[in-house]
T-cell receptor, first 111, second 115 residues
C-alpha cells in the first residue's frame, strides 16, 4: 500500500525567501509524481507533473525533482510571494491506481 | 476555473441522515473521481466512474455510493451519516483518452458537516 508523507507540515517565511517542500513515498513503483496547490476551502490545482522516467520539471518559479530510488520528491519555490500562500500537496499514484495524496504542507508567505 | 462545479457549497446534516452531493464535469469528460478530505489531511480516494459504471474504489464502506449520468454530471450518496464523515468532498473529471492520474480537473468541493 502506497503511503505518502510531507514535511514540514507548516511553514511561515518572509517574502522573497527560497523554499523547499519535501514529499516521501513508500512504494517506488509509481506512475508519476504530481504537486498540487490548494487554497483554503477550495479544490486542487495541478502545478507540476513528473513522469516516472523523468528527474525534474520546471514551471516559472517552481521546480520539482523526483528520486524514485529513495522515494522522495522536492518542490522548490524561488523568490516566494504572499500569493504563494496555500497548502501544497503531492500525490504518487501507482500504475492502474488513483491518486494517493500526502497530508500537505501549509505555507504562509508574509509580506 | 476548471469548469468542474459542485453543489451545494456547504451542507449540515445530523448523524444517521442521508446526503447527496452533486458534481458537473466539463463537457466530454467521461471519467469522474470522488475524494474525501478531512480537515488537515490530504484527499482520500473514494471511487471512480467511467461511462456510468464504477471503475475503482478506495477503502470506503458500501454506504458511500455514486452515480454518473450521460450528461457528464455525477452524484455521491452517503447513507447513515457518521460524525467522521464531516469533510470536504471533491470531485475531479478527466477527458477521454487521458489517464486519470495524468489529467484531472478538480471542482471546488462541498463542505459537509455532520452534527
Amino acid at each position: 500500500k502506497q503511503e505518502v508523507t510531507q514535511i514540514p507540515a507548516a511553514l511561515s517565511v518572509p517574502e522573497g525567501e527560497n523554499l523547499v517542500l519535501n514529499c516521501s513515498f513508500t512504494d517506488s513503483a509509481i506512475y508519476n509524481l504530481q504537486w498540487f496547490r490548494q487554497d483554503p476551502g477550495k479544490g486542487l490545482t495541478s502545478l507540476l507533473l513528473i513522469q516516472s522516467s523523468q528527474r525534474e520539471q520546471t514551471s516559472g518559479r517552481l521546480n520539482a525533482s523526483l528520486d524514485k530510488s529513495s522515494g522522495r520528491s522536492t518542490l522548490y519555490i524561488a523568490a516566494s510571494q504572499p500569493g504563494d500562500s496555500a497548502t501544497y500537496l503531492c500525490a504518487a499514484p501507482r500504475p492502474g491506481q488513483n491518486f494517493v495524496f500526502g497530508p500537505g504542507t501549509r505555507l504562509s508567505v508574509l509580506p | 476555473e476548471t469548469g468542474v462545479t459542485q453543489s451545494p457549497t456547504h451542507l449540515i446534516k445530523t448523524r444517521g441522515q442521508q446526503v447527496t452531493l452533486r458534481c458537473s464535469s466539463q463537457s466530454g469528460h467521461n471519467t469522474v473521481s470522488w475524494y474525501q478530505q478531512a480537515l488537515g489531511q490530504g484527499p482520500q480516494f473514494i471511487f471512480q466512474y467511467y461511462r456510468e459504471e464504477e471503475n475503482g474504489r478506495g477503502n470506503f464502506p458500501p454506504r458511500f455510493s455514486g452515480l454518473q449520468f450521460p450528461n457528464y454530471s455525477s452524484e455521491l450518496n452517503v447513507n447513515a451519516l457518521e460524525l467522521d464523515d464531516s469533510a470536504l468532498y471533491l470531485c475531479a473529471s478527466s477527458p477521454p483518452q487521458a489517464r486519470p492520474t495524468d489529467t484531472q480537473y478538480f471542482g471546488p468541493g462541498t463542505r459537509l458537516t455532520v452534527l
